[in-house]
């Protein structure tokens, strides 16, 4: 298989197994590192928008940036993308997959990821000219054609440095910079945080419709499982680097087997939104000190759910949830338990 053939839709793209990342102590300092990720499962299928959803420090930006070697797992992870392996791809192989660019990352600020020098046009192609791939010609022709997709005029916009652009129009420049390669699998970090809401909805806008035209797979990683609504396919909730919930956006979104995506989802603001446990519900007066890892249950001491199981042994590993069938997955011990709790 080429490094840019990929799977039909409906079939796993990326598949991430038992994804570990732990970051080291500062030089010259004493101690172990920090572990972020610990034991993560996921899967990209072709043509699929997968949201990533966790609070500040949950991990889900070094997941998006392990799964495309910005950042290195711990010995034991496994990573695929379209039958290479990602873990032990060297020489050749590797050079071939990085020139085809069908995986690519979409940073979160454009300021500090565009080059203020460059026109937009020249950062667009930057992807193409790093592969040696055509001559400037058809390298900037490929750029203008990735502006058009974005909606931007390469004849208005193209000689523009990124400095004279609107945020939402830089946003969309670093957009069309990931798109110039022709990706199958698109992974963006918080693509729309930090717009006005016009422009976060015209920029999560065509992540859905390039979606439908080009057939490209997304990951979003984002803090708001509520602007999710409508966009992904599937959500997957982090919470202190372990997966918790894993399912189609919908179910997480209005029935979370999870307390902690409960949680999210309830304090997610959403027009026409009814029913779900109230944040209240799901919160303990005060948060209790995490007890080391491996001992219980990542979440335990934020639920006052929390049983005896939850504290002396760790959460189980995600396995289906009550529904028949393996798309939706949750690790609590009590996942029926809490929500009837709440529902009654």
Not at 75 to 81: E, M, S, V
Not at 123 to 138: C, F, K, M, S, W
Request: include cysteine.
């Amino acid at each position: 298989m080429s490094a840019v053939d990929a799977p039909r839709a409906g079939e796993p793209l990326l598949t991430v197994s038992g994804l570990s990342v732990s970051y080291g102590p500062s030089p010259g300092a004493r101690g172990r590192g920090t572990r972020v990720l610990s034991g993560v499962d996921l899967t990209v299928r072709a043509g699929e928008i997968v949201g990533i959803i966790g609070e500040t420090g949950s991990g889900k930006t070094t997941l998006a940036r392990a799964a495309v070697g910005l950042v290195r797992p711990e010995p034991g992870a496994a990573l695929r993308f379209a039958g290479h392996d990602l873990v032990r791809m060297r020489g050749a192989e590797l050079r071939e997959f990085r020139r085809s660019g069908a995986l690519q990352y979409m940073f979160q600020d454009p300021l500090r990821s565009q080059d203020p020098e460059l026109t937009v046009r020249a950062v667009v192609a930057e992807p193409l000219a790093a592969a040696r791939r055509g001559d400037r010609r058809e390298r900037a022709a490929r750029a203008d054609e990735a502006l058009r997709l974005v909606g931007l005029d390469p004849a208005a916009h193209g000689e523009r440095t990124p400095g004279e652009l609107s945020g939402g129009q830089r946003q969309r420049v670093s957009l069309a910079r990931a798109l110039v390669t022709r990706p199958r699998l698109l992974i963006t970090d918080e693509p729309a945080s930090a717009l006005d809401a016009s422009n976060r909805n015209l920029v999560l806008g065509l992540l859905a419709r390039l979606r439908a035209e080009l057939g490209l797979a997304v990951a979003v990683v984002s803090h708001d499982l509520g602007s999710l609504a409508g966009l992904a396919d599937r959500v997957a909730v982090l919470y202190r680097g372990r997966l918790v919930e894993d399912g189609p956006a919908a179910e997480v979104l209005e029935a979370p087997r999870h307390p902690y995506a409960a949680l999210l989802a309830a304090s997610a603001p959403r027009v026409g939104a009814t029913g779900g446990p109230r944040p209240a519900q799901l919160r303990p007066a005060a948060d209790r000190e995490p007890w080391p890892e491996g001992l219980g249950c990542v979440f335990a001491p934020r639920c006052r759910f929390a049983g005896p199981a939850c504290e002396r042994e760790p959460e189980p590993a995600p396995a289906a949830g009550s529904a028949p069938g393996p798309a939706h997955t949750v690790a609590c011990h009590h996942a029926a338990d809490w929500r009837a709790e709440v529902a009654a």
